[in-house]
């Protein structure tokens, strides 16, 4: 075994590369040597960085120049009733985050939730999106690219298909600006979030539409994805998992665990998640729903950049026969249970919590229910935060927790 310091020595020799280190020894030592790089460069102290409890190869697919690990504080939320359609029974929900009071908050929610006998959640669509942008030559060649593929959606699919044994393509939709056009592929990737899996396998396809049409490939994403930035088009469409969680919860339980009506909360909710939304032209009209979908990202493992799309929840309430009916609409989710940062050991861990580590039975089960999770969780999280708007609680309560 190497030493580290011999490694790093090497690195500020020129003898060696910083990103080739794991090429001469363990994952481990090639990470120390790095960590001794950076504390020279830099005067910090990385002890703490260095002390991570899983084997530094495990991290090898998920993370280049590795020199340790960024630990958060985890904790759960529940148990609560979920009545989903891939999850169902009492699940703890695991959130990891730097936020305080945010996991008080959020088990408020879910124990009033529970106690109005709990929620109820279902997936609605689901698909991975690509989208490549071809140039054409002018509208026309635009129009005769579109017939093109419509007519042989089906030559798409079978190349598409090819490069994977678990994507199916479930459609293709056409869009036109000008002389670009843009096609979207839509993915079944089962229990995989499946970007990379959507990725190569619409290029594959989209060889084909280089091959048999005069369109030529600009670039493999159009941003009409549309991935980890703002966009209608996924509020409109969905991308990953659209998931729907909602309760009914009895006035009395309202007034007594939440010290606020359902009218109240309805307004509120109406005041400000609906009208002071679309007032800032926010693409989410919601409470806080980022707060739970990047807390229960980081703790299974998801790709945390795609709260963005995550978060674009709209929250409703209405008062119906005196009782209090609450619902969070997530459009587009994107989760997997399978692949990416779900290897790691704790992540991994925060799946089991839930029950839904690895492939589901039938394929896609698991990260049906983890979405569906993640929905209740929102819900919760949503239920609390308007409910302390409704009983002018929340400065006193984040007062209260020293935060």
């Known amino acids: 075994m190497s030493d580290p310091a011999d490694l790093a020595a090497k690195v500020e020799s020129g003898e060696l590369r910083f990103h080739e280190l794991e090429e001469h020894a363990d994952a481990d030592t090639a990470a120390a040597a790095r960590r001794l790089l950076v504390e020279e460069q830099s005067g910090a102290d990385l002890d703490a960085v260095g002390d991570y409890g899983f084997p530094a190869e495990v991290a090898d697919s998920a993370i280049e120049n590795m020199i340790g690990a960024a630990q958060i504080p985890m904790g759960v939320v529940g148990p609560v009733s979920i009545d989903g359609a891939a999850v169902s029974g009492d699940t703890y929900l695991p959130l990891a985050t730097t936020e305080g009071a945010l996991l008080a908050s959020v088990n408020r929610g879910c124990s009033v939730i529970d106690g109005a006998g709990g929620a109820t959640a279902r997936v609605t669509k689901s698909g991975m999106?690509?989208?490549?942008v071809f140039r054409v030559a002018d509208v026309a060649e635009a129009e005769a690219l579109v017939s093109w593929v419509r007519d042989n959606e089906q030559v798409l699919k079978e190349a598409a298909e090819e490069?994977?044994?678990?994507?199916?393509?479930?459609?293709?939709?056409?869009?036109?600006?000008?002389?670009?056009?843009?096609?979207?592929?839509?993915?079944?990737?089962?229990?995989?979030?499946?970007?990379?899996?959507?990725?190569?396998?619409?290029?594959?396809?989209?060889?084909?539409?280089?091959?048999?049409?005069?369109a030529s490939l600009v670039a493999l994403s159009g941003n009409l994805c549309t991935d980890k930035k703002p966009a209608a088009i996924n509020a409109v469409e969905g991308r990953g998992r659209s998931v729907t969680a909602d309760v009914l919860i009895p006035r009395a339980v309202v007034e007594e665990k939440l010290h606020t009506t359902p009218e109240a909360i309805a307004e509120i909710n109406t005041r400000k998640n609906l009208v002071g939304s679309a007032k800032a032209g926010s693409l989410?009209?919601?409470?806080?729903?980022?707060?739970?979908?990047?807390?229960?990202?980081?703790?299974?493992?998801q790709d945390a950049a795609q709260v963005v799309e995550g978060s674009n929840?709209?929250?409703?309430?209405?008062?119906?026969?005196?009782?209090?009916?609450?619902?969070?609409?997530?459009?587009?989710?994107?989760?997997?249970?399978?692949?990416?940062?779900?290897?790691?050991?704790?992540q991994a861990e925060g799946l089991d919590v839930l029950g839904v580590r690895g492939s589901g039975d039938p394929a896609g089960a698991n990260a049906d229910a983890l979405a569906e999770a993640i929905a209740v969780g929102a819900l919760g999280g949503e239920l609390s935060l308007l409910a302390a708007l409704g009983s002018r609680h929340l400065s006193s309560a984040h007062e209260s927790l020293g935060r």
Do not use: C, Q, W
């Open 284 to 301: 989410g009209f919601n409470a806080h729903v980022a707060n739970v979908v990047a807390a229960m990202f980081l703790a299974t493992g």
């Open 313 to 346: 929840a709209i929250t409703t309430a209405e008062v119906k026969e005196g009782d209090l009916y609450f619902s969070v609409s997530l459009a587009s989710l994107e989760v997997g249970t399978v692949g990416g940062g779900t290897k790691l050991p704790t």
């Open 163 to 214: 490069t994977t044994s678990h994507g199916e393509l479930l459609d293709v939709t056409p869009y036109v600006v000008g002389d670009n056009v843009f096609l979207r592929f839509r993915y079944d990737t089962k229990d995989a979030m499946g970007m990379n899996m959507a990725t190569i396998a619409t290029r594959a396809a989209a060889d084909v539409v280089e091959e048999e049409t005069t």
């Open 129 to 132: 999106t690509r989208a490549p």
